[in-house]
């Protein structure tokens, strides 16, 4: 697995453990209402809309936070209406940067954004600068404790997976981006674990950051994720383990 992607492990595990539980939570709300608002409430006909309330429920986030999250987004009850807005840039290392965002405030969003990365060593650039050396693939984590590598593979398989590769005590089953609920699904009737499921940005080509580098990248991704407007960042690096390291 890519530099990047264990960074995305670490913070996924850290973040159900520390205190950034009630800033995964917001996140998860902004999620939720802008699903229900593009697809309607109802997580049986709305992918997106499901795929968030099972981040909720893996996140244990109560359900009325949960059933709130989704009326706003309906219209049932009065809320902030979010806007989605993807800014394009690089880090340190010439390491290619995807930041999906959702805000109220757009101007605020962008000057924030752009002042992290001058402060970390990157800049903000244009729309589809970047864009083009990433595709748009499903992930899913499977608890790995006591589960034989074939059995994943196999129901994988099955479902429509397109890799299966095993890190850190997990299995981390790749897919195409329509096929990830199909994939989730076939895991589960074989009686697999799943931890969470998401669609990310994987990065065609990558990027070696090590060193000095790969320090400031690190401390750039971390500052980016912390920002409650940023859903997620995708980056195109192949962070060295020894920097991986500092983060667990």
Not at 112 to 135: C, I, M, P, Y
Not at 205 to 216: F, I, L, N, P
Not at 220 to 240: I, K, R, T, Y
């Amino acid at each position: 697995m890519a530099g990047h992607s264990k960074w995305s492990q670490i913070k996924r595990k850290k973040a159900v453990n520390d205190q950034k539980r009630g800033q995964m939570f917001t996140k998860l709300i902004r999620e939720l209402t802008v699903a229900a608002r593009e697809g309607g409430g109802d997580p049986n006909f709305n992918p997106r809309l499901r795929l968030g309330v099972d981040a909720a429920k893996a996140a244990n986030m109560p359900q009325e936070n949960i059933d709130r999250a989704i009326k706003r987004g309906t219209g049932e009850l009065a809320g902030v209406t979010y806007e989605e807005i993807v800014y394009e840039g690089y880090g340190p290392g010439g390491v290619a940067l995807y930041i999906e965002t959702l805000t109220d405030n757009q101007k605020r969003t962008v000057a924030e954004v752009r002042h992290l990365l001058d402060k970390n060593g990157g800049n903000l650039g244009t729309a589809g600068s970047v864009a083009w050396q990433f595709d748009r693939k499903g992930i899913i984590y499977v608890a790995g404790a006591g589960v034989d590598e074939d059995t994943v593979f196999e129901a994988a398989v099955e479902g429509g997976a397109d890799d299966v590769q095993s890190e850190g005590g997990e299995y981390v089953v790749t897919t195409g981006a329509g096929s990830l609920h199909d994939v989730r699904e076939a895991l589960a009737a074989a009686g697999l674990a799943v931890a969470s499921a998401q669609l990310t940005m994987v990065a065609r080509t990558e990027v070696g950051v090590a060193g000095r580098e790969g320090e400031r990248l690190l401390k750039l991704l971390d500052a980016l994720d912390d920002h409650d407007d940023v859903q997620q960042v995708h980056s195109n690096a192949d962070l060295d383990e020894s920097v991986l390291q500092r983060a667990l």
